[in-house]
């Protein structure tokens, strides 16, 4: 037991540390049994429900609201990897103090840490803005389930302003520079383009395609893999149903490297020689997404049905469903695939 008396007041009390946190309380007029027991109750109370209910005061370590979020994650988000690496790395920075005691500080100094960082894939690209904000989404959203769960009284990030981004002009491929992608293209990222061009798919979507995720003979392929983890319905344009049915069938995954036999894990860098070998200026492989979202406007498409093509629909929903595309869908396709 670590029950001792105040020098000064001559009240006994209890002090002792639960997950690296230091807890302490005298109690003016009471015995040394009398704290011992107290100290036993806080001590229970701790082991129970992660606070101090002895002294009122919400001690929950930083470690726990984490553990929360990890087990919400992997629940709720089709791909946790990014949001558990963030956390971790949030946790790291921070150390396991409190989580009451963390202040909007704390989050500037992992901004801070992260501003000073280079990109994976690159070693002279700074980790942007608009990374830093996603990332700290993910934060904001760890302290939002311990608010809701009573194990913080304050939410740091809620007056956390994100941080100032500068949209870059947007890149658009031009149909002469699109003729000239696919003719420099090897076959697979040939096939990588049209679906891309003819879908507004996202790159991730398109990665993780599979072989069981297509329906050629009813003309419609179901995107699994998407940000906001519905999946959603896309007609096949006979474009590509040429090229996919000129792919081989070597792995579960429609797009499949030859050599290691398993499923490509980026087309970022093939894409980018592909481009450099088209003599085109330089566009990344999302933007042939901002593509496809211009020809449809272009060709009369109302946004409302672009957006729903697209699946730019609430990142929030969780509502998982195949989605049918409607009338103005199936046009839209249809003019797409004649632009």
């Not at 105040?6 to 309380?25: A, C, L, P, Q, V």
């Not at 070693?123 to 700290?136: D, P, Q």
């Not at 109302?302 to 969780?318: F, M, N």
């Amino acid at each position: 037991m670590t029950v001792r008396k105040d020098k000064n007041t001559g009240s006994w009390g209890y002090e002792f540390m639960y997950k690296g946190i230091r807890y302490h309380r005298n109690f003016k007029g009471a015995s040394k049994p009398e704290v011992i027991g107290y100290e036993n109750i806080a001590r229970a109370e701790l082991r129970k429900k992660g606070y101090d209910i002895a002294a009122d005061n919400h001690l929950c370590p930083l470690s726990e609201i984490i553990n929360d979020y990890k087990e919400f994650a992997k629940n709720k988000y089709v791909d946790p990897t990014n949001a558990l690496i963030v956390i971790d790395k949030f946790f790291k920075i921070v150390g396991n103090k409190p989580a009451n005691d963390i202040i909007q500080q704390d989050i500037e100094k992992y901004r801070t840490y992260r501003k000073k960082q280079f990109c994976v894939h690159s070693k002279t690209k700074k980790v942007s803005n608009s990374s830093i904000n996603r990332e700290v989404d993910y934060i904001r959203k760890c302290f939002s389930i311990a608010k809701t769960n009573r194990k913080i009284k304050e939410n740091p990030c809620d007056n956390l302003e994100d941080l100032r981004i500068i949209n870059p002009t947007k890149r658009y491929l031009t149909k002469e520079e699109e003729v000239k992608l696919l003719s420099v293209a090897n076959p697979i990222m040939r096939v990588v383009i049209i679906v891309a061009l003819h879908t507004g798919m996202r790159c991730g979507e398109i990665k993780n395609l599979k072989w069981s995720d297509i329906f050629l003979k009813e003309g419609y392929l179901i995107a699994l893999n998407t940000k906001n983890g519905k999946p959603r319905e896309l007609l096949i344009t006979p474009q590509m149903e040429e090229g996919l049915m000129s792919l081989p069938r070597i792995s579960e995954y429609v797009f499949t490297n030859p050599i290691t036999k398993t499923g490509y894990k980026d087309f970022k860098s093939t894409f980018g020689r592909t481009v450099k070998r088209a003599g085109i200026p330089k566009i990344t492989i999302h933007e042939l997404r901002h593509t496809t979202a211009s020809r449809l406007n272009e060709l009369g498409v109302d946004l409302a049905t672009i957006q729903e093509y697209l699946g730019q629909s609430d990142a929030r929903t969780t509502q998982r469903y195949i989605h049918k595309p409607s009338e103005s869908m199936k046009m839209a396709v249809k003019k797409l695939s004649e632009y």
